[in-house]
């Protein structure tokens, strides 16, 4: 039996972390990786198709030295793509905008704050937008 996250019902401020939450992702939209698979460099779409069930990879975390399995697609944008200069626009929506940041930064938790410094977006237009009843791209805050 599958394990239901319960999420609090304290409603999110500007100081509360938010990341991408893969696992609601993957159960809420059968195209996510199609999605991911868009934001490849021309380096990587070769590697990877649209259709590819996920490609497990072994990662070593430099940090703890831990060895853990990871996606293959994620870690490749995580890691390459997302270090490219055309990740990320000023004419891409704000939604995408913190998707491409959380993919930029390893899926590092980050506040409604940190966000609007980086994107230039009005904390409070980013606060209203992902702590409303829709969920954006999976993009949550962090429990």
């Not at 500007?14 to 990341?19: G, I, M």
């Not at 069930?53 to 070593?60: F, G, H, R, V």
């Not at 703890?64 to 270090?83: F, I, N, P, R, Y």
């Amino acid at each position: 039996m599958s394990e239901t996250k319960r999420f609090s019902l304290v409603k999110p401020t500007e100081d509360t972390p938010f990341q991408i939450d893969f696992d609601w992702w993957k159960n809420h939209d059968q195209n996510w990786r199609v999605y991911l698979h868009s934001f490849l460099c021309d380096e990587h779409k070769p590697l990877f198709s649209e259709e590819d069930t996920a490609i497990l990879i072994d990662y070593i975390d430099p940090d703890t030295a831990e060895v853990v399995t990871v996606d293959g697609l994620q870690h490749v944008l995580m890691t390459h793509c997302s270090k490219k200069e055309d990740f990320l626009t000023d004419h891409t929506t704000m939604v995408n905008s913190v998707f491409r940041i959380f993919i930029s930064n390893g899926n590092a938790p980050l506040t409604i704050k940190e966000l609007s410094s980086i994107t230039g977006k009005p904390a409070r237009t980013i606060l209203q937008t992902l702590a409303g009843t829709q969920v954006y791209k999976g993009i949550r805050p962090v429990h």
